[in-house]
Every structure is written in structure tokens, then in C-alpha cells.
């Protein structure tokens, strides 16, 4: 008997709550960003497919890492002083305020920029366009063929 | 028999395989060997054994895939399917410790399947340490020859071919030699690599020869089975002696344990990694004071050094050279690469920022290297299935992997770099040679080096006696009769290369042993 296809055999389990989902786009937004504001519908998938990436985790990861996203949504109130949370930022204060994360003494803070950052990126630089941008040109390869036609 | 093509692989291994999520009804078998994990030492276990006329079962918590998968998923993709927590385990840093990102592998193949496919065999002067220190006299570079041999012709060991060098290794080339290092070639186990750079995530080839298309083929050859998507909770035990496991199927739908199975066998292997073999035991109730201890885990480290030239790094074998040139030092050198959006990843800034250095990709080369490091690892159960690793850093260690960052470093700017990207959180690039003099003059806090690992060892460690260890020199537990344990967490030191062979070498010595010795076992149970 064939083995379904692989989608099929995801796991459909998520950890994403509401409030997360509404926080993922605007932090993936801050982090990428770098000509002004991001299709939305672009981020809505992205965040379905971090969330996808995420949930094969045991429990404990997942809470981990859901509740550094919670001190992100939080922690501008005790940062950069700002009455708001990290989604109700201006996108250029949500880059100035990851800035201040990635540097910060605070050594815990700063894992939290290193983890969310180290995630997303690897989601988001997979997408063809992106990979497109960096240069990368595909799968083709040609310097095995060196090793080919010698043997 | 050495190794099949990714399709007759497919074709042959649809009956030997069972899909524990498929599974609607409780199950039981009864073998003579059930074996825990189907990684380096789980799968080398299986096939000696089968071979021996041992009806053998294979119990994996992750799931099965087929070569052709490896190559439909993107990185992100297959390290979810493929790794344990998503590629997200980590060892929490005690004291000035780095956060050690720790891969390991979740399907039928286990680690080998997210290798870069390097060989070594474990150092003479280790072994001479093992052998004389640690009074193991059967583990001397005499002894020990015939298993690496075997091994090796297996899982098809070659020297990865000078052409087959990307140009990110060159520079690495360059830039030692300017410095009066001198690289050489490293061996893996591949047959047709295309140079796809992307080993860690399978290989879309089928040429890496990762135990699910070397051993494990052999192994169902001669009749052995395995169960996927399978979580053993306990072994169980009757009087002294181990009788089977016990366990539950994940749900196809959800991924959490759900059907219940049970296995009863007179000989019972545990091979679940040096991260879950010592929260088995635990959890099974067994109390031996060595076992999570002693925890190694060749903490790495890679720089990146932006070029004039277009490099592409992506071209060529992923790993293809190091040196010993620093092992006096504790420190081995590899040349690496990885996906791109990977290498992205560890990119500093964000926004415009990381986006400049990130559109750099084309002229990036990547230098890697190691730490062969002190035992200050250890494995807890906690409040998951997955375990809590810790890892405080000597000060030795430290010292090693910041004098490493250092000489990478200074081999970028020696072989032409314009700019080089330390994998230190928050810094800027460095553009001269000697703005890296702070490295080992005034180092930064280790808590800001990204450091990652591959080689987690010794957390059940081989000894001469009960009170050093867990395991007998034969694999079989000091605590429990007919309880044999075959893998990386037996090793009783830190070994400062690749541990793929190692352990391969290591399972198929123990499995030699216990067929060797099958009547006494068999009389036992």
C-alpha cells in the first residue's frame, strides 16, 4: 500500500492563540520590512505556516515559546515606555524596539529576539520570491558534474 | 549487501514497515529483541541481529518517510517532520553557557538522516584514554578496527573528491593556509552526491547513506520489523531483568500518544539517543546514579565572511574539509554550509539591515568548527516526554570556543574577506583582523554566542564498574539483566569528532557480543 502524501500526514494540531495570530504579522513585519508596510494576505499565510512549524514541538516548547510572545506583546510598556502593545506600535517603533531587544544586557531578552528571529526567518526567506532576492538561483547544481565526467 | 536505490527501497520495505498512527487496536507482539529508536545505533542493532536468526521489532516515535520525501521538503519543512521539537531542542546554558541549539533526529533513521554525512573514527588517543583510564581494554584502535571497518563499507565511506568542493570551502582552504593550516579532505557516506548543500535535511538524492537506506534495508531483508510514530513510555521489568516495553501510537490526527501497544521480548535494546535513552531508564524507574550525567556535546560555532567574488556557497558537497591542526587546542575545524534561508537566519539586524547583509548570500562563505568539550551535560526528565538538558560550559571550553571564533575569524580576512559576521547576538560586522583581538582578550558573555550541537554523548556511559556508569562493557546495564543499550549515550567521553560511525562501530561491537552470547541471554529471559 502507497503512503498518503505528506501533507496528509501533518499532524493538524496548532498552538497560535487569537491573540497571538494578531501579534505574528506585525512582529514578522518589523523583523522583514525594508521599503514600508507588507501585504497583510502575504502575512496571514506566513503566520499559518510559523504556526504549522511550530506545533510538532512537545507541550513544553510550545508554552516556551508562546509565552515569549507574550512578554514581545508586552514588554514595550517596561522598554521603550510606550503605552502600548507591541502590535499597537507604529512599524517603525516595532524595529527601533526588536533593535533594542537584540542589544539588550538583559541576556533573556535577547534570546527572545534570537529565537522568534531565528524561526521566522527560516520561514520566510523559503518562499521562492525571497530566496529569488537573496540571489539564491534553485536546486540546480554543476560541480558534482566535474566529479561525473572524471569517473 | 551495502546500500539500495531510494525507489527499491520504497518498493521492498512497504511489509517491514508499520505505521503505529494507522493503528486503530491495542498491540502486542512477542520477539526475541524488541528495539527502542532506529537511528546510528538502533538500526546497525536490528540488522546484526536479524542476520543472527533473531526475530527483531523496531520501535520509532517518529515517523517513517521515503528518500523521494526528503527531496519534496523545504528545509523548514523537514526539519519539522524529521527532528525532534521541530529543530528547536536546546541545551539551557548553567553559569556563562551558551543556549546550545541541539538537533536530533525524529523518524525511522534517526539522526543519520540530518547528519552532513561526515566519518570519523573515534581518535586513537581517545580510545588509548578509554582503554587505560577507564580500564575498558576491549575498546583499543586494535580491537575496535574490524567494526570501523565494517561500518564504513556499509554506509559507503569515501574522501569527499577536491571538485566536489564548494567555493566557500576553498576560501576556508585559503584562508588557513595563509595562516599555515593546513586543511584535508573528509570522508562521508555518499554514493552520487549532487553537492546540494542540504544534507541536514535529507538527502533529496538518496545518496547520503543514512542507516534507513543502508542498514535497515538489510536488516528487513532478513526479517526484521518496524513500528513508526510509536512512543515507548516504559520498559518493563520482572524481578532483575527486562522483559519488553510498553508504549502508546500517536494519533494520526493529533500527534499525542493514543492506542496503547506492548512488546514482550527477551532481550531488550534501548537506543533512543543520548537524550532519551536516560529519560527512558528514569522513567522505567531505574535509579543508577550516572544515568543523564556526563552529558557531552562538541558545542560548535560558524562564522560568516562576505567576499568581493561570487562564492555560491551552495555548490558543492555541504561538508568536504577540516583540520586537526588545533587539537592540542580542543578544537577541530569543518568547513559547513547550510540552506540558505538558514544561513539568513543567523544573520544580525533586521529590517533593512538584514536585509543588506542577507542579499550578500552569493559572496558568503561559511567556516565552521567544534569544541571538544568536558562532560558538563545533563539530561532531566521533566514535564514532557521531551527531556530538559542542561550544559555548563567549563572555563576551559569557553576559552576553546572563543579562541575558535577567532581563528575562523582571521582565516576570512586572510583568504580576502571584506567583512566578517561573528555568531555573537548583537554585534556588528567586523572589518578588520584585528577588531576580533576582543575575542580572546576581553571576551563577551558566552550567554551571547549562538552556538549549536550535533554529537550529544555519554549521558549512560560505558564503565568497568557499577558505581562509574550505566552500562557494562558489553552494552548490558549494570542495573538490569537482558537490558542492553546501544548508542551515543554509552560513549564514555567527549570523542571531538562526528560521532555517526563512532556509534555505528560501537552498536555493532555490543550487537557481535550479544549474538555471541545469545544462549546465555535466551537462558535468562
Redesign the interface.
Known amino acids: 500500500?502507497a503512503?498518503p502524501l505528506?501533507h496528509q500526514?501533518?499532524?493538524?494540531?496548532t498552538t497560535l492563540r487569537p491573540r497571538h495570530l494578531a501579534l505574528m504579522p506585525k512582529l514578522a513585519e518589523?523583523?522583514?520590512?525594508?521599503d514600508g508596510p507588507m501585504d497583510p494576505a502575504r502575512l496571514a499565510v506566513f503566520t499559518k505556516e510559523v504556526d504549522?512549524?511550530?506545533?510538532?514541538?512537545?507541550?513544553?516548547?510550545r508554552f516556551g515559546?508562546v509565552l515569549m510572545l507574550d512578554v514581545i506583546m508586552w514588554s514595550p510598556l517596561f522598554i521603550i515606555g510606550k503605552l502600548s502593545t507591541f502590535e499597537g506600535l507604529s512599524l517603525e517603533d516595532r524595529?527601533s524596539y526588536?533593535?533594542r531587544l537584540?542589544?539588550?544586557r538583559i541576556?533573556p531578552l535577547?534570546?527572545i529576539?534570537?529565537?522568534w528571529?531565528?524561526?521566522l526567518?527560516?520561514?520566510?526567506?523559503?518562499e521562492p520570491e525571497e530566496?529569488a532576492?537573496?540571489?539564491?538561483?534553485g536546486?540546480a547544481?554543476?560541480?558534482?558534474l566535474?566529479?561525473v565526467s572524471?569517473t | 549487501m551495502t546500500s539500495v536505490s531510494p525507489e527499491a527501497h520504497a518498493a521492498d520495505n512497504?511489509d517491514a514497515i508499520l505505521?503505529g498512527?494507522e493503528q486503530e487496536a491495542p498491540f502486542f507482539a512477542k520477539v526475541d529483541v524488541v528495539i527502542v529508536g532506529s537511528g546510528s545505533g538502533g538500526a546497525v542493532m536490528a540488522r546484526e541481529l536479524a542476520r543472527d536468526g533473531r526475530s527483531v521489532l523496531v520501535v520509532e516515535e517518529g515517523?517513517?518517510?521515503?528518500p523521494s520525501?526528503y527531496g519534496?521538503?523545504?528545509?523548514?519543512n523537514s526539519?519539522?517532520?524529521l527532528a525532534r521539537?521541530?529543530g528547536?531542542?536546546v541545551a539551557v546554558g548553567r553559569g556563562d553557557t551558551p543556549?546550545i541549539s541541539v538537533m536530533s533526529g525524529k523518524c525511522v533513521g534517526g539522526s543519520s538522516v540530518l547528519t552532513g554525512g561526515v566519518c570519523f573514527r573515534i581518535p586513537d588517543e581517545i580510545l588509548h584514554e578509554w582503554s587505560t583510564d577507564h580500564g575498558l581494554g576491549e575498546l583499543t584502535p586494535e580491537k575496535l578496527a574490524p567494526y570501523f571497518e565494517e561500518v564504513e563499507r556499509t554506509i559507503h565511506v569515501e574522501t569527499v573528491?577536491e571538485?566536489?568542493r564548494?567555493r566557500s570551502s576553498q576560501l576556508f582552504v585559503e584562508g588557513a593556509a595563509a595562516m599555515g593550516v593546513k586543511m584535508k579532505s573528509l570522508r562521508r557516506n555518499t554514493k552520487g552526491?549532487?553537492?546540494?548543500a542540504r544534507c541536514n535535511f535529507g538527502c533529496?538524492h538518496g545518496a547520503k547513506m543514512s542507516v534507513d537506506l543502508s542498514f535497515l534495508p538489510d536488516a528487513y531483508a532478513h526479517g526484521a520489523k518496524v513500528i513508526s510514530d510509536a512512543l515507548v513510555e516504559r520498559i518493563d521489568f520482572s524481578m532483575n531483568r527486562a522483559t519488553g516495553v510498553r508504549g502508546r501510537f500517536?494519533?494520526?490526527?493529533?500527534?499525542e500518544p493514543r492506542v496503547p501497544f506492548t512488546v514482550q521480548a527477551k532481550v531488550v535494546v534501548v537506543a533512543c539517543g543520548s537524550l532519551h535513552t536516560p529519560v527512558l531508564l528514569r522513567r522505567s524507574g531505574m535509579d543508577t546514579a550516572a544515568i543523564g550525567k556526563h552529558l557531552t556535546l562538541h558545542p560548535g560555532f560558524r562564522i560568516c565572511g562576505l567576499f568581493d567574488e561570487e562564492v555560491?556557497g551552495?555548490?558543492?558537497a555541504m561538508q568536504s574539509i577540516y583540520s586537526d591542526h588545533f587539537e592540542s587546542d580542543g578544537i577541530t575545524l569543518v568547513g559547513v554550509y547550510s540552506a540558505?534561508?538558514?544561513l539568513?537566519?543567523?544573520?544580525?539586524?533586521?529590517?533593512?539591515e538584514?536585509?543588506r547583509v542577507?542579499?550578500e548570500?552569493?559572496r558568503m562563505a561559511v567556516f565552521g568548527g567544534m569544541v571538544h568539550d568536558d562532560g558538563g551535560g545533563r539530561v532531566h526528565r521533566?514535564?514532557?516526554?521531551?527531556p530538559l538538558v542542561t550544559y555548563r560550559m567549563s572555563a576551559r571550553d569557553r576559552a576553546r570556543m572563543f579562541k575558535g571564533i577567532q581563528i575562523l575569524g582571521t582565516m576570512a580576512f586572510r583568504a580576502g574577506a571584506r567583512e566578517v559576521l561573528l555568531p555573537v547576538?548583537?554585534s556588528e560586522p567586523f572589518k578588520t583582523e584585528k577588531e576580533l583581538e576582543f575575542l580572546t582578550e576581553r571576551p563577551p558573555?558566552a550567554?551571547?554566542v549562538?552556538s549549536m550541537a550535533f554529537h550529544p554523548l555519554g549521558s549512560a556511559k560505558m564503565s568497568r564498574d557499577p558505581r562509574g556508569g550505566v552500562v557494562k562493557p558489553t552494552g548490558e546495564a549494570w542495573e538490569a539483566d537482558n537490558l542492553i543499550i546501544a548508542d551515543g549515550s554509552v560513549l564514555p567521553s567527549s570523542i571531538g569528532v562526528n560521532s555517526q560511525v563512532p556509534v555505528m562501530a560501537m552498536s555493532l561491537k555490543i550487537a557481535r557480543g550479544l549474538c555471541d552470547d545469545w544462549a546465555r541471554y535466551a537462558r535468562r529471559a
Open positions: 500500500m503512503a505528506l500526514r501533518d499532524f493538524d494540531r518589523a523583523y522583514f520590512a525594508y504549522r512549524a511550530i506545533s510538532t514541538a512537545s507541550k513544553t516548547l515559546l524595529a526588536l533593535t537584540e542589544r539588550s541576556v535577547a534570546l529576539f534570537v529565537a528571529k531565528t524561526l526567518t527560516m520561514v520566510f526567506f523559503e530566496l532576492v537573496l540571489g539564491y538561483p536546486p547544481r554543476t560541480r558534482y566535474t566529479v572524471s | 512497504c505505521h498512527r515517523g517513517h518517510f521515503l520525501e519534496a521538503m523545504s528545509p523548514s526539519i519539522r517532520r521539537e521541530a528547536l531542542a543556549l573528491p571538485a566536489m564548494s552526491c549532487h553537492g546540494q533529496p500517536l494519533d494520526g490526527r493529533t500527534g555560491n551552495w555548490d558543492g540558505v534561508n538558514v539568513a537566519a543567523g544573520m544580525p539586524g533586521i529590517g533593512k538584514h536585509r542577507a542579499a548570500m552569493p521533566w514535564l514532557s516526554r521531551e547576538f548583537g558573555s550567554q551571547r549562538e
